[in-house]
């Protein structure tokens, strides 16, 4: 039931090579963009040797720390995250088995706020300590400041084009009812 539109893979690509490879990325995109989907499939996908398919199997296991950006986020809020997710690494005797990731919804919110939360955000991106190195995955539904973004791979979530809504809407169609694009093949075709 869900549509394997242009955002959704570009979204998942993207998140796979850096969440493996550490680099922080920020994905920003309207809602319903696929952001936050694209991120649940693949954590539920990367689970190390206890994935389902396997080439998952070859790969860390990924554990998640959230947090939820608000207007009253803080810094010692955002700091504790990253400290939480360095810590697991820490206490980890396999670090090369596991990946630790900061996932931090709602930047946007989080940037408006007037205890200014982000500004921790730099020196937190910048760590390169391969012993403590974490991954780090934000998503906004707008913009950030240039100098959070800088700091990042930066996915951008066009609108989609008639290309993509003629996928989703096919895709949304046979998970109700498989055939029906081909019974209305010249409606979906125009």
Partial sequence: GIAMNRALLENIFTLFVCINTK??????????????????????SMKGQDSEKEFFKIFPKLYIN????SETSTSEGVLKIFEKAR????????KDKMISLVYFDEMGL???SPNNPLKVIHSELEYDDNNDKIA???ISNWVL?????NRAVYLSIPEPDVEDLITTG???AESYRPGIYTTFKSVFDG
């Fill in 23 to 44: 680099v922080p990325v920020i994905i920003c995109g309207k809602p319903g963009c696929s952001k936050s989907l694209s991120f649940q499939l693949l954590y539920k």
């Fill in 66 to 69: 959230s947090y939820q950006g």
């Fill in 87 to 94: 810590g697991l690494l820490r206490n980890e005797k396999e």
């Fill in 110 to 112: 989080a940037e408006i």
């Fill in 136 to 138: 780090f995955v934000g």
């Fill in 145 to 149: 400041d240039a100098a959070k973004m």
């Fill in 170 to 172: 096919k895709s949304i």
